[in-house]
């Protein structure tokens, strides 16, 4: 021990700068150490825990269990399936069985004791893409659209809510996602609309563009595995009537959803290339009507009688 301390003194005394440097060395290297130590404690690497399975189960009681596994849960949505009793998990993220680190957060879609009451707004006297706009930011959507001559085009001249007319003084509560019925104008002659492209649209998303056109939405068929916690993933891959064809305003569009992203996409462009060639007949027919109409234009009356006549 002299020794070594002895040796050390030597060292010091004959050679400062190298021992000064092989000082600052050990003291980083030792800080380097710690830290290490330091970092594996607070991310505890290497430590994973298994998520539980939470579906089915009561929230206080998933509390529990993800403290037993030393994760949280935080509730991210909840739904209303009267299947179920309320307070129940119905999803979850991360699923069941996935390996994470400790004190990992777990987000919980829960079921509703009830659905959501939510004010039904008056949307009367706007347009169409106003009040559809109103309804969908109030949780509410359009039950049917029904047409009524008028000057106005589009726009909605009263509402109802089952058999109750909504007026501006009218308070009612509705479930959230219930529908409104909204009579609305057209004028004679100005009926007619095109079919939108709704393929790979969620039915939300689908739902919204028809009725903005005017468009109601008419049967609507899932495709197996579908069900009301997963619908939100599936998307449109049939609809008829196709798209760019032409229907009277508040005609129906039935729509078909799966959750086969391949189907999605491989109908998704044989409905584009359809809808591309029904543009250009469509086109094409217009341009030839009003090339007609122009050589009408240009003959005499005498002619143009004579013309009717033998059609």
Do not use: C
Not at 17 to 32: E, F, G, S
Not at 117 to 129: K, Q
Not at 138 to 148: D, H, M, N, S, V
Request: charged content about 25%; glycine content about 8%.
């Amino acid at each position: 021990m002299e020794n070594s301390a002895s040796f050390r003194r030597r060292f010091q005394r004959n050679f400062p700068l190298a021992y000064n440097l092989l000082l600052i060395a050990a003291i980083i290297l030792a800080m380097a150490v710690v830290a290490h130590v330091v970092m594996q404690i607070g991310t505890r690497h290497g430590s994973r825990r298994t998520v539980p399975d939470f579906s089915g189960v009561q929230l206080l009681e998933a509390q529990r269990l993800a403290r037993r596994h030393d994760l949280k849960l935080q509730i991210n949505d909840s739904l209303f399936v009267p299947a179920y009793e309320g307070g129940i998990v119905l999803d979850q993220l991360p699923k069941g069985g996935v390996e994470v680190k400790p004190g990992r957060t777990v987000y919980i879609t829960i079921n509703s004791f009830r659905q959501k009451m939510v004010p039904v707004p008056f949307v009367a006297d706007r347009s169409l893409r106003q009040a559809k706009n109103m309804l969908e930011i109030a949780g509410l959507e359009i039950a049917q659209l029904i047409y009524r001559p008028d000057m106005a085009t589009n726009y909605v001249l009263d509402e109802y809510f089952g058999r109750q007319r909504i007026t501006e003084t009218t308070r009612v509560e509705a479930e959230m996602g219930s529908g409104v019925t909204l009579y609305v104008g057209v004028q004679p002659g100005h009926n007619v609309t095109v079919v939108p492209q709704i393929i790979g649209l969620s039915l939300r998303d689908a739902k919204s563009r028809l009725w903005e056109l005017g468009l109601n939405v008419g049967k609507v068929a899932f495709d197996d595995g579908i069900n009301l916690l997963n619908q939100k993933d599936a998307h449109v891959y049939m609809q008829s009537p196709k798209a760019e064809r032409h229907v009277v305003l508040g005609a129906k569009v039935d729509l078909q959803l799966t959750l086969n992203g391949q189907k999605v996409t491989a109908r998704l462009r044989d409905a584009e290339e359809q809808a591309a060639e029904a543009f250009m007949e469509r086109q094409r027919i217009a341009e030839e009507k009003a090339a007609a109409e122009r050589g009408n234009a240009g003959q005499p009356s005498a002619a143009r009688d004579s013309n009717g006549f033998f059609d």
